[in-house]
């Protein structure tokens, strides 16, 4: 098993920026790869970013490219999640996840999820 726990949301301004961060304890998972999902009201969970553990590689959601950017630190077994100008369209509920296999998951691949965070942003 592996827990997920982000923190980091919270309420911010147009153009302003949040930084997500993802705790991961359990097994080990250096064969898998972290990301952030996001959710909307009425709207299905969309993939965000993610980064390959052993390697570090990013790769990202068509929307949040250029304005997002995910790191880890290996020895925190922590993920990151930098938002920068941020848009009132990027309010969701963002999910940490664990998932296996190559390139940008649907949620279905999804092996492990935290409980999310909420990133309200204002116009």
């Known amino acids: 098993q592996v827990q997920l726990v982000e923190s980091g949301g919270g309420l911010v301004q147009a153009g302003g920026s949040l930084r997500l961060s993802c705790v991961a304890s359990g097994r080990a998972f250096s064969s898998y790869d972290m990301g952030w999902f996001r959710q909307a009201p009425g709207k299905e969970r969309e993939f965000v970013a993610g980064?390959?553990?052993?390697?570090?590689?990013?790769y990202y959601g068509d929307s949040v490219k250029g304005r997002f950017s995910g790191s880890r630190d290996n020895a925190k077994k922590t993920v990151y999640l930098q938002m920068n100008s941020l848009k009132p369209e990027d309010t969701a509920v963002y999910y940490c996840a664990v998932y296996a296999g190559v390139g940008k998951p649907s949620p279905q691949r999804v092996q492990y999820w935290g409980q999310g965070t909420q990133v309200t942003v204002s116009s």
């Open positions: 980064i390959s553990w052993s390697s570090g590689y990013t």
